[in-house]
């Protein structure tokens, strides 16, 4: 399966931003991880195919995920952006025998897209 991230860009904070990722085939699970620099890479948001949701703290609020099962694709819609959210986002693509929020459950991970938010 391969993933292909679109949607990173350069944003004020405030503002709002959308991400997508499209996957060349079904899986069980969709998300978003994201790694700032310095940091460990850390959970953001997931879906499963059934649409259940799990969010990190730190995006419940602001950040939403969806999906289209058709089109084996996800969206993140990112509002109320801070500097913080500033990091490379990857997608990732598979089971949900961890959990959702867990890095291990995923077997597909996407190249990664840049978001920085700043003035």
């Known amino acids: 399966v391969q993933l292909v991230e679109s949607g990173g860009d350069l944003v004020q904070p405030g503002g709002s931003l959308g991400l997508s990722c499209a996957a060349s085939?079904?899986?069980?699970?969709m998300g978003w991880f994201r790694q700032a620099p310095g940091k460990e890479r850390e959970f953001v948001v997931a879906i499963n195919w059934s649409g259940v949701t799990n969010y990190a703290d730190s995006a419940k609020g602001r950040f939403t995920i969806s999906q289209d099962v058709v089109k084996n694709t996800v969206f993140l819609q990112m509002n109320s952006l801070k500097p913080e959210d500033t990091a490379v986002y990857y997608c990732a693509a598979g089971g949900s025998s961890y959990g959702l929020g867990i890095p291990k459950s995923y077997d597909y991970w996407g190249q990664g897209t840049q978001v920085t938010v700043s003035s």
């Open positions: 085939g079904r899986t069980d699970a």
